[in-house]
């Protein structure tokens, strides 16, 4: 089935519902103020005080020195969460599948509620006049429809203040031509600097760029990157918030039509995966797969009927996707993630089995003290044979959703190699 997710994000939002609260403001600069003093900031915005140079951040005094009629008022937070629960309940009349991504901003899935684009299209319009109708006749929104969640919103931070963009498989292209690559939500500064380094200047050239180079690059980040803006989804709608996410790739050096190496790379990933979960005390709820071969790429995200931090568990879904969805060419890259995590539960149900990683922490155990991998599973003995000529680095892998998590994890991952003597090589052979 089709994809189709849609992204809505209120224009202007607290400045518009003070407007929108007193038709005296309508139409004129103001500014929401967290504090009624010269110094300190707006918070938000109206258009037209953005018009005149006044935007978020603003100091009150700088904002009335640009504008001497700005009206400022104090924050109202009741006032804003009840009418994005107005909002809210209007989407949700749409799909049971919704993230409420800020007051704001929020993701619904359309997938199975509307036919196809055209039909999400009108969907997004009937929304917005309800918007009108129901909320208030001075809140607008700009809204996106995609295939993946990451597109979705991309459309709609790029449409034009309250307008619809849709973009599609057959349109994306012409709509990233010349885009800059700051626009790409995620894409900041720093690194549009090293996306220049590499000669990218656009996002239609970082939709082009060959994926494995990037992950040479950036790692997980740069698959990441590519996998977001060629229409690859990575973590689905995120009901009811978003989570932390981790995640490990690797770049084939050895191409191979031996799917047993591939599946011991997958075998690898996952186990990195699935210790990171551990240590982190950590369950998934969906895993996804992307990998790239020769002739193309593909992958696919599911979710778990019980939430898992089991490596083999992680391996035998990798594995089912990859066996569905590789139809041709050499494989030359894996990525593997986990979303949707939660912190391990040991109450359990009355009737199952408390889960609580006994064999699993103890081989992670055994490895953190004598080095990676002394204990492992079967399917990674394949993996020692071709050791000399893929050296699998993993340097470069990160968790790509929390800094701070990045941190913790970083130093365990450096210089982490395979090293299985010549001995298991021959019995693997035999
Ligand atoms: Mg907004």
């Known amino acids: 089935m089709q994809r189709i997710i849609l992204h809505l994000d209120v224009n202007s939002y607290f400045a518009s519902v003070e407007q929108q609260a007193n038709p005296f403001y309508r139409g004129k600069p103001l500014g929401v103020a967290a504090t009624m003093t010269l110094y300190g900031c707006l918070i938000a915005t109206s258009k037209e005080a953005k018009a005149k140079g006044i935007v978020t951040g603003t100091r009150v005094k700088d904002g009335l020195a640009l504008d001497p009629n700005l009206i400022v008022v104090e924050v109202d937070p009741p006032k804003y969460r009840s009418t994005t629960e107005k909002i809210f309940s209007i989407l949700a009349e749409y799909s049971e599948d919704i993230e409420t991504y800020s007051i704001d901003e929020a993701f619904v899935n359309l997938t199975g509620f509307v036919k196809d684009v055209t039909d999400a299209s009108q969907l997004a319009q009937r929304i917005k006049q309800r918007i009108f109708n129901e909320v208030g006749e001075w809140l607008t929104c700009s809204m996106g429809i995609a295939p993946t969640r990451w597109l979705a919103k991309f459309a709609s931070d790029t449409a034009p203040k309250g307008e619809l963009v849709v973009l599609t ?30 000669g990218i200047k656009n996002l239609w050239e970082l939709k082009h760029y060959p994926v494995t180079n990037l992950m040479e690059a950036f790692g997980i980040k740069g698959y990441e990157l590519w996998a977001n803006l060629n229409g690859v989804e990575l973590s689905g709608v995120q009901t009811p918030r978003p989570p932390k996410s981790v995640g490990h790739s690797h770049v084939l050096r050895r191409r191979t039509v031996d799917h047993r190496f591939h599946e011991a790379v997958l075998m690898k990933l996952c186990e990195k995966t699935g210790r990171r979960l551990r240590s982190l005390d950590m369950e998934a709820g969906g895993f996804w797969l992307g990998f790239g071969t020769t002739l193309g790429s593909g992958g696919d995200s599911v979710r778990f009927p019980d939430r898992t931090a089991d490596s083999r568990a992680l391996f035998r879904t990798a594995v089912d996707i990859f066996r569905q969805q590789h139809k ?90 395979i090293d299985h003597g010549p001995e298991l090589i021959r019995e693997e052979a035999t």
């Open 169 to 198: 498989r057959e349109n994306l292209d012409g709509y990233l031509e010349g885009k800059a690559l700051t626009e790409a939500w995620g894409i900041a500064h720093r690194m549009e600097a090293r996306l220049l380094d590499l």
């Open 328 to 417: 041709a060419g050499v494989p030359t890259h894996f990525a593997v993630g986990c979303f949707n995590l939660v912190p391990v539960s040991r109450q359990g149900s009355l009737f199952a089995k408390p889960k609580d990683y006994g064999l699993e922490k103890a081989m992670d155990e055994i490895n953190d003290k004598y080095g990676e991998y002394v204990v492992t599973t079967g399917a990674m003995f394949g993996l020692a044979k071709h050791h000399a000529d893929d050296r699998i680095g993993f340097r470069k892998t990160v968790s790509w959703d929390v800094a701070a998590l990045d941190k913790r994890l970083m130093g365990r991952d450096a210089g982490l190699a």
